[in-house]
């Protein structure tokens, strides 16, 4: 508790709702043993499901200048990545990671394999038994990211959605952001969000299944399976300040000043 001997003005009403982040989960994504990549602190692995793998770049060396160097494509961020077939890959965590019924950030790092792809893809997702929580996925027919968060766990649930115009061909580093106390979801994509990219939302529910990379729910159960790579993936409660938003993707911790 906190008591001042004054007025205090909105902006630090504001400021003293919010708690300060706490790390839930860092997977840079390097590494798999057995089909199961770690969180760097020891919490909750991600387990590979068929058409995942662990991609490994060239190491130290510049095939330019090596002649015994691989020519093996780059990792997004450091030595490793995810790579999913777009078919049937994903990874997941058994349990929810953040609560999807308060404040939380997550952040990412992915490259589509394809610079037009033909349907929607999902990078991230946390749901329940009948429906996302919360999506992040590709749209080709508006060439945006878009966060989907649905407003119950119910078939066909009314959905609210924001999004960023971003043309796919290069890696594109994103963080979605649940505010609670402002009652506001928020998609950033390379650190920045526009106006469409935020909308205010009332309709938080406490998902129950696990955090899914590469893939979603649909009508027909699970879908929208990614095709590309994906890194750096990085979960906190509470909401991170933009600047942390901006240090996210460049496989170090953020700030969590």
């Not at 009652?183 to 526009?194: F, K, P, S």
């Given at each position: 508790?906190?008591?001042?001997?004054?007025?205090?003005?909105?902006?630090?009403?504001?400021?003293?709702?919010?708690?300060?982040?706490?790390?839930?989960?860092?997977?840079?994504?390097?590494?798999?043993?057995?089909?199961?990549?770690?969180?760097?602190?020891?919490?909750?692995?991600?387990?590979?499901?068929?058409?995942?793998?662990?991609?490994?770049g060239p190491g130290g060396c510049i095939s330019d200048f090596d002649p015994d160097c691989p020519q093996t494509e780059y990792a997004l961020v450091g030595d490793g990545d995810l790579r999913l077939d777009g078919t049937t890959g994903f990874a997941a965590t058994d349990e929810?990671?953040?609560?999807?019924?308060?404040?939380?950030?997550?952040?990412?790092?992915?490259?589509?394999?394809?610079?037009?792809?033909?349907?929607?893809?999902?990078?991230?997702?946390?749901?329940?038994?009948?429906?996302?929580?919360?999506?992040?996925?590709?749209?080709?027919?508006?060439?945006?990211?878009?966060?989907?968060?649905?407003?119950?766990?119910?078939?066909?649930?009314?959905?609210?959605?924001?999004?960023?115009?971003?043309?796919?061909?290069?890696?594109?580093?994103?963080?979605?952001?649940?505010?609670?106390?402002?009652?506001?979801?928020?998609?950033?994509?390379?650190?920045?969000?526009?106006?469409?990219?935020?909308?205010?939302?009332?309709?938080?529910?406490?998902?129950?299944?696990?955090?899914?990379?590469?893939?979603?729910?649909?009508?027909?159960?699970?879908?929208?399976?990614?095709?590309?790579?994906?890194?750096?993936?990085?979960?906190?409660?509470?909401?991170?300040?933009?600047?942390?938003?901006?240090?996210?993707?460049?496989?170090?911790?953020?700030?969590?000043?």
């Amino acid at each position: 508790m906190r008591v001042y001997d004054r007025v205090v003005v909105a902006a630090e009403v504001a400021q003293l709702a919010q708690r300060k982040p706490t790390r839930l989960g860092h997977w840079s994504l390097e590494n798999a043993q057995d089909g199961v990549s770690p969180e760097l602190y020891d919490g909750a692995p991600l387990k590979l499901g068929g058409g995942a793998a662990i991609h490994r770049g060239p190491g130290g060396c510049i095939s330019d200048f090596d002649p015994d160097c691989p020519q093996t494509e780059y990792a997004l961020v450091g030595d490793g990545d995810l790579r999913l077939d777009g078919t049937t890959g994903f990874a997941a965590t058994d349990e929810p990671v953040v609560d999807t019924d308060d404040s939380f950030t997550l952040g990412v790092v992915v490259r589509l394999a394809d610079a037009e792809p033909e349907r929607p893809m999902t990078v991230l997702s946390q749901g329940g038994a009948n429906g996302d929580a919360f999506k992040v996925r590709y749209d080709p027919a508006t060439y945006s990211w878009q966060l989907v968060v649905t407003h119950a766990d119910e078939p066909g649930a009314a959905e609210t959605v924001v999004g960023q115009s971003v043309w796919p061909d290069e890696p594109q580093r994103l963080a979605v952001v649940h505010d609670d106390a402002t009652d506001r979801i928020t998609l950033y994509v390379n650190g920045e969000a526009t106006v469409d990219a935020s909308a205010s939302f009332r309709h938080a529910w406490q998902s129950t299944g696990g955090l899914q990379i590469g893939r979603g729910r649909t009508a027909d159960g699970w879908g929208e399976y990614l095709r590309g790579s994906v890194d750096e993936v990085h979960a906190f409660s509470g909401v991170l300040s933009q600047v942390a938003i901006q240090q996210l993707g460049y496989g170090a911790e953020p700030c969590l000043c």
